[in-house]
């Protein structure tokens, strides 16, 4: 695997063109769009579309979805042209295989929340089927969005082969941390920059991905 120097922002939840226009603009990397209808964050395909039409090359769009039919994944990949499906539910390597065949060139990302459960022998499987992983945060009864942070010291007992993102509670007040501590191939934060679900708080968009910026000129400069 390609070594990692600059750490990639996706910010997700997104339901308002001002807030892609003000993620974009602070030099985001990818917006994610939940397709989850039991998610307070969840946006229609047909309102998502038209934020994702306005988006500038170089920009990826994430669609995240939640033990949904693979043929409306499907659907909804064609008609919103994303870039990468992220699977935060139960699907399984044999579900990650066939969308991944079929959505190509959408690319595959498999969540999973970070528990007691989780272990290498868990992840083994996906492996070949995903681009990448993310962990987000365990909590009984929730797909994700939990806005708490896990152990970051149980990552490093997954003996991961591919890149991952590192979600579950980032802010501004965590975020350095979180990336000394573990230092990701990127990180994904929804409520912690947001005032209510789904409107994002401009001030914290622009604050955390500064942060991640400045992060990375330090490893920078560090290693001059």
């Known amino acids: ?12 939840g997104i339901t ?10 602070a030099g985001v990397d990818a917006l994610g769009f939940i397709f989850y209808e039991q998610s307070p964050r969840y946006i229609d395909p047909e309102e998502a579309k038209i934020i994702l039409d ?8 994430v669609g ?6 693979r043929k409306e994944v499907e659907e909804i990949i064609d008609y919103c042209r994303l870039d990468y499906v992220q699977l935060h539910g139960e699907e399984s390597p044999k579900y990650c295989e066939r969308l991944a065949r079929f959505a190509s060139p959408c690319e595959v990302l498999k969540a999973f929340r970070v528990g007691p459960h989780l272990t290498p022998e868990t992840i083994v499987d996906y492996s070949p089927y995903v ?3 993310l962990f987000d945060t365990y909590k009984k009864g929730e797909k994700g969005g939990t806005g708490e942070v896990f152990d970051w010291s149980v990552i490093k007992k997954l003996n991961l082969r591919k890149p991952y993102l590192l979600a579950g509670g980032l802010d501004v ?5 979180a990336l000394k501590s573990v230092k990701p191939f990127g990180v994904d934060a929804n ?5 209510a679900p789904g ?3 401009h001030a914290l968009i622009v604050d955390f991905i500064q942060k991640v910026r400045a992060f990375e000129y330090q490893q920078l400069v560090r290693h001059e």
């Open 173 to 177: 007040e965590n975020i350095s941390k």
């Open 191 to 195: 409520s912690g920059l947001e005032t």
């Open 199 to 201: 409107r994002k708080n």
């Open 16 to 25: 308002r063109f001002d807030d892609a226009v003000t993620a974009v603009r």
């Open 1 to 12: 695997m390609i070594g990692n120097q600059r750490v990639r922002v996706k910010i997700c």
């Open 131 to 133: 681009r990448g992983f």
């Open 64 to 69: 995240v979805f939640v033990d949904k039919k």
């Open 54 to 61: 306005e988006l500038p090359p170089f920009v990826d769009s």
